[in-house]
T-cell receptor, first 113, second 112 residues
Framework: GAVVSQHPSWVICKSGTSVKIECRSL??????MFWYRQFPKQSLMLMAT?????????EQGVEKDKFLINHASLTLSTLTVTSAHPEDSSFYIC?????????FGSGTRLTVV | SQQGEEDPQALSIQEGENATMNCSYK?????LQWYRQNSGRGLVHLIL?????REKHSGRLRVTLDTSKKSSSLLITASRAADTASYFC????????????FGEGTQLTVNP
């Protein structure tokens, strides 16, 4: 089946630094990828939709200058959390549409200290 | 905003019992999907039911969909300790542009 590989699985960074999270579709081409954020014991909240070769579409309330999304190829989308702060600590998950369903990355646990 | 609401928020049962989780949504959908998430991990797709379907089975899973009530249920029969996880419904709404909206989730604990 379709697999989305997400890296890193966890990262600890200092406040003020930037962190990049990668999602790769391994055996299919993902024209569109979705980025979610999940706080402990809560559901997934869609942050943005990334489209290959064009600008990402951000959900209301998500700062596009803080969460930079790049989808430069059909198999790679990246999310960069810029100038991270402790409140950005969360679980970030990417997803790609595959046929009529969706496949998800394994998630990245970001801790900002 | 989250469109789906799930109940119960938490469910604790004994191995061998059945577990039923419910999901309600607000807008017209193309399909509704159920996912499982083990603690701190990604999501695993369980089953997808289209808007013109009423019931679907997959192994020990049974999903129903009532579009008139805008609700769905997930039944796990003969539960096992390994079924312990969070379960989320997600709707692919007609106007969503392929974006999924997730319910709040049900934390299922199956005690051995």
């Amino acid at each position: 089946g379709a697999v989305v590989s997400q890296h890193p699985s966890w990262v600890i960074c200092k406040s003020g630094t930037s962190v990049k999270i990668e999602c790769r579709s391994l055996d299919f081409q993902a024209t569109t990828m979705f980025w979610y954020r999940q706080f402990p014991k809560q559901s997934l909240m869609l942050m943005a939709t990334s489209n290959e070769g064009s600008k990402a579409t951000y959900e209301q309330g998500v700062e596009k200058d803080k969460f930079l999304i790049n989808h430069a190829s059909l198999t790679l989308s990246t999310l960069t959390v810029t100038s991270a702060h402790p409140e950005d600590s969360s679980f970030y998950i990417c997803s790609a549409r595959y046929r009529v369903g969706y496949t998800f990355g394994s998630g990245t646990r970001l801790t900002v200290v | 905003s989250q469109q789906g609401e799930e109940d119960p928020q938490a469910l604790s049962i004994q191995e061998g019992e059945n577990a039923t989780m419910n999901c309600s949504y607000k807008t017209s959908i193309n399909n509704l999907q159920w996912y499982r998430q083990n603690s701190g991990r990604g999501l695993v797709h369980l089953i997808l039911i289209r808007s013109n379907e009423r019931e679907k089975h997959s192994g020990r899973l049974r999903v129903t969909l009532d579009t008139s009530k805008k609700s769905s249920s997930l039944l796990i029969t003969a539960s096992r300790a390994a079924d312990t996880a969070s379960y989320f419904c997600a709707t692919d709404a007609v106007t969503s542009g392929s974006r999924l909206t997730f319910g709040e989730g049900t934390q299922l604990t199956v005690n051995p």
